[in-house]
């Protein structure tokens, strides 16, 4: 089974304060709109080396470019803290340096992969005295069943919903192992090695399962982390900013276009499932949205702020969904009974 332990999960225990800002609070765009950059402007947040829908080639350098623009009335100071893991190397040009008042500095970004991957690397950029800024290396260069266009696919029919072969495979052997039941589900993570051993599987269309139920889950929002698109950035940012209504959360989803309606839609059928046996897994709804919403979202934004607030939002953006599938779920037994 997966460790229990907090270094091996990619996510907080739902039971955690990881803020002070409550994702239940109500602030307005304005709010979001104005929040302090720290006077500093970023030209773009995310790097993708302009390659488009290209896969990244191995073992060649591509490169990309971005301004600091220094805002402030004196100079600053900034430093740029990548973490380099082993599947790719990055560097930046100046990776630190002062920028003069009312100034900007060119940065330029170098990137060799050295064996297939697709993810969206953070990076944070410091300033001496202000904010943090993050940005996003988007690195796609991995065929198969991962960070690829879900249309492209072969999709079967489950539950009312076309969706990749490849998700209903997963959940059938979630459930056949006995995920539902298995606390702490979708918040523990699978071990780091097995899920790279299955991944790389699922990507030679070689499905097979795992002994370690965290894995197959862990898998299961890895899919939907790596979607090229991320699905709620399909929604209005403005539909789930203000997600306090239920109805309006339930409205922007059936308004989704295709196929990130049904994507998101038989995952949330998935949720339901694990939450029926919140009793048992200690999986409630509230902890569902708070542990799955982060892989459904991209932050475009630099500002670090603005970052955290519509990431809470989004959790309570499909924290409302998830209750509504569930109301219904209940009513619908009711009158069965």
């Known amino acids: 089974m997966g460790s229990s332990s907090s270094k091996s999960s990619p996510t907080p225990s739902p039971n ?3 803020s002070t800002i409550d994702y239940r609070a109500k602030p307005t765009m304005d709010d979001l709109s104005n ?4 006077g500093v402007e970023i030209s773009k947040s995310m790097i993708d080396f302009n390659l488009g829908d290209k896969p990244c080639p191995l073992k060649y350098t591509v490169q990309d470019q971005f301004n600091i623009v220094n805002m402030n009335k004196t100079k ?3 430093h740029i803290e990548p973490i380099q893991p082993k599947e790719f190397q990055l560097s930046f040009s100046p990776s630190s340096g002062t920028i003069e008042k009312g100034k900007s500095k060119l940065i330029k970004v170098k990137l060799i992969v050295n064996q297939k ?3 969206n690397h953070k990076i944070v950029l410091r300033i001496e005295g202000g904010a943090s800024h993050f940005l996003t290396v988007k690195i796609r260069c991995e065929t198969g069943v991962f960070g690829v266009d879900p249309t492209t ?15 209903v495979s997963m959940k059938k052997s979630l459930i056949e192992s006995g995920g539902l039941q298995q606390e702490g589900i979708f918040r523990l993570a699978g071990e780091q090695n097995e899920i790279k051993r299955i991944k790389e599987t699922m990507n030679r269309n070689e499905f097979t399962s795992s002994t370690d139920i965290n894995t197959i889950a862990s898998l299961i929002k890895i899919w939907y982390r790596e979607l090229p698109s991320p699905i709620l950035n399909s929604v209005p940012t403005e539909k789930i900013f203000y997600s306090s209504d239920v109805d309006e959360c339930v409205a922007a989803v059936n308004n989704l276009p295709e196929p990130q309606k049904s994507l998101l839609n038989w995952l949330l059928n998935l949720l339901l499932q694990v939450s029926s046996y919140s009793s048992v897994n200690k999986m409630t709804a509230q902890n569902l949205a708070i542990v799955v919403s982060p892989n459904l979202f991209d932050q475009r934004s630099s500002n670090p702020m603005e970052g955290l607030v519509m990431s809470q939002k989004c959790v309570q953006f499909i924290h409302n969904v ?8 209940r009513y619908s037994k009711s009158i069965e009974i």
């Open 153 to 167: 696919l072969e999709c079967v029919e489950d539950e009312g919903f076309s969706v990749p072969s490849i998700l």
């Open 16 to 18: 955690t304060s990881t």
């Open 322 to 329: 998830l209750l509504n599938r569930i109301s219904q779920y």
């Open 117 to 119: 991957i697709n993810t």
């Open 35 to 38: 929040t302090n950059n720290g």
């Open 76 to 78: 600053l100071k900034f």
